[in-house]
């Protein structure tokens, strides 16, 4: 009886293969990668955020980023088209409101583990992919949880008195938001603001 991998194995259209043993590789790395980007994304993320605008770039960008990685690292790349990807990847943006710094911090969580899981050569032992990948589940988890947020509480706020955001009135914003949460604040983020319809949205932090 004929082995139905090997048999995929020898067939070829157009001189590629329409199976390689390397699949399975590819399902082990991919089922790792997800599981420890969502595992991030769902229970250390989510949770500190009342808001989700940001939970699908971080789902999409990870796999993208994984798949990108996996299959570019099965081919010899010239110099010229390698430099000619990254002037692509340099010119991509999002022209949309100005991502927070904490925000930004998970997109490269996201890619770093994405283009971990999807380089790491024969070299690299699955432990030592299993424990690069537990380190970061876990110091985002404490960092997040514990370290810098200790003794914090967050709450997203609709803010409506758009005067209060000026810098020169930082004191009666601070003021105003410590009569409406009835906390000490302790520092605020801005969103985004609508002048439109005259309102901004805050991410405030107080004491417990």
Known sequence: MIDLTIFLDAIKIFGIKLF?????????????????AYSIIYFIYQPTRRDSEYLFTFMIFNPLIFFVC?????????????????????????????IQVKEMTYMFIVIAVAVINALATKKVSYTELLFTNAFIIGITYYLERYAMNSGMNMQLVRYDIIENMKPENESLLLEDLKKRIGKEIIRYEIIDVDYIRDYARLRVYYGK
């Open 70 to 98: 996996h299959l570019f690292s099965k081919v010899d790349l010239s110099i010229g088209f390698a430099f000619g990807l990254f002037a692509v990847f340099s010119i991509l943006r999002y022209r949309t409101t100005t």
């Open 20 to 36: 390689d043993t390397d699949f399975y590789e590819l399902l082990i790395r991919l089922a790792l990668n997800i599981s420890v």
